[in-house]
């Protein structure tokens, strides 16, 4: 019942900030209707919409890390979360009540992306709602990183972060936009090592009903979601001790 309150309170804050929540769930959408675009121009394999919409998925959840993060950061420079440390509330009360509103917001994004590929072209079929279940733990590995952020930067700091520096990290390396075989190297190597191009792959292999390529990307994008989330609680408990 106290994560449900908190819950309910962080829910009213993030949609009180109606301009970022705006961009986040518009801008992927705006990216897939101008790469369809040129798709129906300038026929290309990768901006077919079976493939283009689960890179556009994954890039649109970058933005939750956004969220997160400011959240979390704005209450902590606001002094909102000294005060609610002489509340009974524990840190999982905490890290399960920043981390629950964002949730849904995560799957209506990715909901969204899908809904707006239909009127492309995209079939709407078990293997269209499979992806979007199959996307939801990149959903939850990007809220951990916002949560982590959060907790170790200012709101400017994060907006830097995961307003830049992550935005742009899962742009050029969910092999969403290009594909990361073109480049090659340490580039790829690099790729493939983080999350990102195994969270759009899980979606790819979803939608072309490849049940079998699902898992070893999906279990790569779980490993990484639980990694994240784990550290970002153990360094919110140490911030809740030292302040």
């Not at 209450?75 to 005060?83: M, N």
């Not at 509103?101 to 995209?122: K, R, S």
């Not at 075989?181 to 009903?209: I, Q, S």
Request: glycine share 8%; hydrophobic share 60%.
């Amino acid at each position: 019942m106290k994560t449900m309150f908190f819950a309910s309170r962080n829910t009213k804050e993030i949609l009180r900030d109606k301009l970022n929540l705006a961009f986040g769930l518009s801008f992927p959408i705006i990216l897939l209707l101008l790469l369809s675009a040129i798709q129906a121009n300038i026929p290309v394999k990768l901006f077919e919409i079976k493939s283009l919409v689960p890179g556009a998925a994954v890039f649109g959840l970058s933005f939750i890390s956004l969220f997160s993060g400011l959240l979390i950061a704005k209450d902590r420079t606001g002094s909102f979360l000294l005060r609610l440390f002489t509340s009974p509330l524990t840190a999982e009360n905490f890290i399960f009540g920043y981390t629950l509103p964002l949730l849904p917001i995560a799957a209506v994004q990715v909901a969204i992306c899908f809904v707006c590929a239909f009127f492309l072209g995209l079939k709407a079929d078990l293997n269209a709602l499979l992806a979007v279940i199959v996307l939801l733990p990149a959903a939850l590995m990007f809220i951990g990183i916002g949560l982590l952020c959060g907790s170790l930067f200012t709101d400017k700091q994060v907006g830097g972060v995961c307003g830049a520096l992550l935005i742009n990290l899962s742009a050029w390396l969910s092999d969403a936009w290009f594909k990361i075989d073109l480049v090659g190297g340490a580039f790829k190597a690099v790729a493939e090592a983080l999350p990102f191009v195994h969270a759009t792959r899980v979606g790819r292999a979803a939608l072309a009903g490849n049940y079998a390529a699902i898992f070893p990307d999906l279990l790569w994008v779980i490993g990484y979601a639980v990694v994240i989330m784990v550290v970002a609680a153990v360094v919110f408990m140490n911030k809740m001790k030292e302040e």
